[in-house]
């Protein structure tokens, strides 16, 4: 069987036809919806792009994996996708990116290159095509082509809807899949990271004027001043993360952001298409999500970022051939799921380290016992760092985080300063209605510290070394007499 893994960036998770967007078009994902299971409740564990990635990567949540920031070096000693492909007997092949940055442990001294960048590639895979940030290799392309560019990767893809979609990054990124699988015997892994619809809101040829602004959905308001947290009114003070307030201009990002998702949809219909001419569509397992999503303007922010759930729902869909018939998943799913399953369906043993759970019982019963609630984090101390933060500022960076509990109906927020805010979904389930029944936001509470408390890493706790254990002992081996006597 192949392995088909694909992650778009920044990709929410009501943007696209089967999970009901009245306007964004996208027949190739709604065919592998079709075809296999819609994860309706899908998570990301942490944003933005590196921290979310290495969740999908480790299965660990972001307070056992402790990837916080684009910057953050990803431990060694921590098992991975890659290497799960390996083990099943694929050469697991990276196309895109990983945003993985390499543990100064394992450098070749302080001043090895490598720890210059956070957008290394995760170990395990091997490489098709590497597309760091500058997005180096598409920029060759393009010149080779005859355009004129600029080498600063945001005016690149700010440059996208003057040049064809077949020109675009995404396209440039298929091109280069689909000339490695001309080569390819069945039986292959690949890895299909896409930045699209990653910022600049620019979509690519034709697609950047697919959809009227006039047609496009009016995002929520904040709440009041008075009524928000204080990250979320620092967040829209930021110029990054403020949206626009201008109606019209907020109307005409979004329609750019849509027309990029069709757009990387196009491009993963010429995958489809590929696949069915080699007559091995139905010998490839599918699986597609987001590292995180994106706020588009609702409660006044752009990108992603605090807690507010849409940076963290996404597209979560699994397409296993050996699986027939169309099926949605209602309960809450999370990316560290997706490592235990798909090793799982490879027929090799999860990572002992995995915080998620195979989906597998899932899809096979719908009554299996599961989590009654999503989970994620977000951790800002990456605002504070730099080469000159002094050590003593440890205890304040701890501080600069939050963890989301999100259930059928509370949204639970604690604050690493001791703040809190607990959202009534049953009220309102836009996250602007406070839960006033103390009770209820004590069990919510008690809820989101009992899962911390279940999902301490494990991976060495869990074990002891004992001559049992290890097998390396002879089992009639005994303490001498002292020894004996001391203990």
């Known amino acids: 069987m192949n392995v088909l893994f694909v992650t778009l960036d920044q990709f929410r998770g009501d943007s696209y036809g089967a999970a009901g967007h009245p306007l964004v078009k996208t027949p190739t994902l709604d065919r592998v919806a079709a075809e296999g299971v819609r994860l309706e409740r899908h998570y990301s564990q942490a944003a933005p792009c590196a921290p979310g990635r290495a969740a999908i990567f480790t299965g660990m949540y972001q307070m056992n994996n402790r990837v916080v920031a684009n910057g953050t070096p990803l431990a060694s000693g921590l098992d991975n996708l890659a290497y799960v492909g390996r083990r099943a007997g694929y050469d697991p092949t990276l196309f895109g990116y990983t945003d993985q940055g390499l543990d100064p442990a394992s450098a070749n001294g302080p001043d090895d290159t490598r720890l210059d960048f956070y957008d290394g590639v995760l170990p395990g895979f091997s490489v098709g095509l590497y597309l760091p940030e500058s997005q180096a290799g598409w920029l060759?392309?393009?010149?080779?082509?005859?355009?004129?560019?600029?080498?600063?990767?945001?005016?690149?893809?700010?440059?996208?809807?003057?040049?064809?979609?077949?020109?675009?990054?995404?396209g440039f990124l298929t091109t280069r899949f689909l000339e490695w699988l001309d080569h390819q015997e069945s039986g292959w892994f690949a890895h299909l990271s896409y930045l699209r619809p990653h910022p600049p809101y620019a979509a690519a040829g034709e697609f950047a004027r697919l959809y009227d602004p006039a047609d496009v959905e009016v995002p929520l308001t904040p709440v009041p001043k008075d009524q928000r947290h204080p990250l979320h009114e620092a967040a829209l003070s930021w110029k990054q993360s403020a949206a626009p307030t201008d109606l019209d201009a907020?109307?005409?990002?979004?329609?750019?952001?849509?027309?990029?998702?069709?757009?990387?949809?196009?491009?993963?219909?010429?995958?489809?298409?590929?696949?069915?001419e080699r007559g091995e569509w139905q010998d490839t397992l599918v699986v597609v999500t987001s590292d995180h999503g994106d706020q588009l303007g609702d409660h006044g922010l752009l990108e992603k970022l605090g807690f507010f759930p849409q940076s963290y729902h996404?597209?979560?869909?699994?397409?296993?051939?050996?699986?027939?018939?169309?099926?949605?998943?209602?309960?809450?799913?999370?990316?560290?799921?997706?490592?235990?399953?798909?090793?799982?369906?490879?027929?090799?043993?999860?990572?002992?380290?995995?915080?998620?759970?195979?989906?597998?019982?899932?899809?096979?019963?719908?009554?299996?016992?599961?989590?009654?609630?999503?989970?994620?984090?977000?951790?800002?101390?990456?605002?504070?760092?730099?080469?000159?933060?002094?050590?003593?500022?440890?205890?304040?960076?701890?501080?600069?985080?939050?963890?989301?509990?999100?259930?059928?109906?509370?949204?639970?927020?604690?604050?690493?300063?001791?703040?809190?805010?607990?959202?009534?979904?049953?009220?309102d389930p836009t996250w602007r209605t406070e839960c006033q029944d103390v009770e209820r936001v004590l069990h919510a509470a008690q809820r989101q510290l009992v899962w911390r408390q279940e999902h301490l890493r494990h991976d060495l706790t869990d074990m002891l070394l004992t001559p049992e254990r290890l097998g390396h002992w002879p089992s009639d081996l005994r303490l001498d007499p002292v020894a004996e006597a001391v203990l």
């Open 140 to 170: 060759q392309y393009l010149r080779a082509k005859g355009y004129d560019v600029k080498s600063g990767w945001a005016d690149l893809l700010r440059g996208e809807p003057d040049r064809p979609a077949e020109d675009s990054l995404s």
């Open 314 to 427: 996404i597209i979560g869909l699994w397409r296993d051939p050996r699986e027939s018939g169309s099926s949605s998943l209602r309960q809450f799913t999370e990316n560290v799921d997706l490592l235990p399953t798909l090793a799982e369906a490879l027929g090799v043993e999860a990572p002992v380290q995995c915080d998620g759970e195979s989906l597998a019982p899932l899809f096979r019963d719908r009554d299996t016992p599961w989590r009654d609630a999503a989970h994620y984090e977000w951790d800002s101390r990456f605002m504070l760092l730099g080469p000159t933060t002094p050590q003593s500022s440890t205890r304040t960076l701890a501080r600069r985080n939050l963890a989301v509990s999100v259930s059928d109906d509370l949204a639970y927020v604690q604050f690493g300063d001791g703040s809190y805010r607990c959202f009534d979904l049953v009220e």
């Open 250 to 276: 907020m109307r005409f990002l979004k329609a750019q952001y849509y027309g990029m998702i069709s757009e990387v949809d196009a491009q993963l219909g010429r995958l489809v298409a590929a696949l069915e």
